[in-house]
């Protein structure tokens, strides 16, 4: 059974500070996925990474970066927090190529930004 | 501007009745579609999919239709249980080789009530 876990259910920052938001997945995906959801607009792709190292903007990558050193670790990094970042971070992995295209979901962070 | 939109935010149905929850997309390249569900404080979770050589697809109680010169998918659930109550995407792929991009809907909330 495929397991994506986030480190943080619920995360409370300042205005300013670095986040990190903390993916792991034990399926040896190649693929993985950085997403936000807001209320009306889905869910919104920030970044994915296909392969160690290798990273790709997604939709709405302003604010965030990210990180893969490891195949199983996907990091999303707000390097200056600001308000209008607070929403619901969903991480994401997949195999490329997969006919259903199917992507297995962490349970989400909360992260709201004082 | 949203190439998959789901216009209806939220739909109430009585248990055992049917529910179509529909979606419209714009881009005409997108060759995958996909519905995921979501509970509240979990994951979405992938439910059903249809390529776009096909026309219907269906899965236990759950029926995906396509329509590609309308640009139109829906899911149907029959019969309709309490437990369904949850967000449902809709989802599509523009490229299963480029990474396995999902472009989301804004989710439409079902409420099935015993």
């Known amino acids: 059974d495929v397991k994506v876990t986030q480190s943080s259910r619920y995360l409370v920052k300042r205005t300013g500070e670095k986040v990190f938001l903390e993916c792991v997945q034990d399926m040896d995906h190649e693929n993985m996925f950085w997403y936000r959801q807001d209320p009306g607009l889905g869910l919104r792709l920030i970044y994915f990474?296909?392969?160690?190292?290798?990273?790709e903007k997604g939709d709405i990558p302003e604010g965030y970066s990210v990180s893969r050193e490891k195949k199983e670790r996907f990091s999303l990094i707000l390097e200056s927090a600001s308000t209008n970042q607070t929403s619901m971070y969903l991480c994401?992995?997949?195999?490329?190529?997969?006919?259903?295209?199917?992507?297995?979901f962490g349970p989400g962070t909360r992260l709201t930004v004082l | 501007d949203q190439q998959v939109k789901q216009n209806s935010p939220s739909l109430s149905v009585q248990e055992g009745r049917i529910s179509i929850l529909n979606c419209d997309y714009t881009?005409?390249?997108?060759?995958?579609f996909l519905w995921y569900k979501k509970y509240p404080a979990e994951g979405p979770t992938f439910l059903i999919s249809?390529?776009?050589?096909?026309d219907k697809n269906e899965d236990g109680r759950f029926t995906v239709f396509l329509n590609k010169s309308a640009k139109h998918l829906s899911l149907h659930i029959v019969p309709s249980q309490p437990g369904d109550s949850a967000v449902y995407f809709c989802?599509?792929?523009?490229?299963?080789?480029?990474?396995?991009?999902?472009?989301f809907g804004g989710g439409t909330r079902l409420m099935v009530k015993p």
């Open positions: 994401a992995s997949s195999f490329p190529g997969l006919r259903t295209d199917t992507q297995y």
């Open positions: 989802a599509a792929s523009l490229n299963r080789n480029a990474g396995n991009m999902l472009t």
């Open positions: 881009n005409s390249m997108f060759d995958y």
């Open positions: 249809i390529s776009s050589i096909k």
């Open positions: 990474s296909y392969d160690v190292k290798m990273k």
